[in-house]
T-cell receptor, first 113, second 115 residues
Framework: DAGVIQSPRHEVTEMGQEVTLRCKPISGHDYLFWYRQTMMRGLELLIYFNNNVPIDDSGMPEDRFSAKMPNASFSTLKIQPSEPRDSAVYFC???????????FGEGSRLTVL | AQTVTQSQPEMSVQEAETVTLSCTYDTSESDYYLFWYKQPPSRQMILVIRQEAYKQQNATENRFSVNFQKAAKSFSLKISDSQLGDAAMYFCAYLLIQGAQKLVFGQGTRLTINP
């Protein structure tokens, strides 16, 4: 299996621009998670989906952030407009229900200038 | 709400020695998983070891073992015969078995291996 695939690996953009991060979960996994990692806050859960349906988005910091999962093999995390404080590594992870094991992608490092 | 606390921001150990990383957690639930994840400089999150709370036996994976104390809500990771490749950030994490599938992470411990 190819594992969780994220793109882009690195993104540098200017403040105010729209950013879209992409994730392909492992086939057969019914949960998908978006995490953000910063030095100050560590790993924060932003949102997670079960069978393509958003279950808990309480970690999404602001309305500028949105996430979608149009099908079982694809999810996006969008930031519009982006701000310098959004600079972080964004991880996507997936798992099967009740297995207790998340598989993480390699992360997308976002820098907003 | 569940919380996970790692009280050691940094640890170091001599190569081939043994090191123990601490983790405590707070929960009112009885059925859950606990994990240790490793994040090397490549930043990939790698599962090191998993413990089911209903199991009394401590999990082991080769040189990695845990000391799970359910009553004390403590879950430490022991790395034996430390190797240079063990250098990484280590995160302790908690997950309910049923219900919200939200993995809650501790703040992490940066482990340095001295040659």
């Amino acid at each position: 299996d190819a594992g969780v695939i994220q793109s882009p690996r690195h993104e540098v953009t200017e403040m105010g621009q729209e950013v879209t991060l992409r994730c392909k979960p492992i086939s057969g996994h019914d949960y998908l998670f978006w995490y953000r990692q910063t030095m100050m806050r560590g790993l924060e859960l932003l949102i997670y989906f079960n069978n393509n349906v958003p279950i808990d988005d309480s970690g999404m910091p602001e309305d500028r952030f949105s996430a979608k999962m149009p099908n079982a093999s694809f999810s996006t995390l969008k930031i519009q407009p982006s701000e310098p404080r959004d600079s972080a590594v964004y991880f996507c992870a997936s798992c099967r229900a009740n297995t207790g094991e998340l598989f993480f992608g390699e992360g997308s490092r976002l820098t907003v200038l | 709400a569940q919380t996970v606390t790692q009280s050691q921001p940094e640890m170091s150990v001599q190569e081939a020695e043994t090191v123990t990383l601490s983790c405590t957690y707070d929960t009112s639930e009885s059925d859950y998983y606990l994990f240790w994840y490793k994040q090397p400089p490549s930043r990939q999150m790698i599962l090191v070891i998993r413990q089911e709370a209903y199991k009394q036996q401590n999990a082991t994976e080769n040189r990695f073992s845990v000391n799970f104390q359910k009553a004390a809500k403590s879950f430490s990771l022991k790395i034996s015969d430390s190797q240079l490749g063990d250098a990484a950030m280590y995160f302790c994490a908690y997950l309910l078995i049923q219900g919200a599938q939200k993995l809650v992470f501790g703040q992490g411990t940066r482990l340095t291996i001295n040659p």
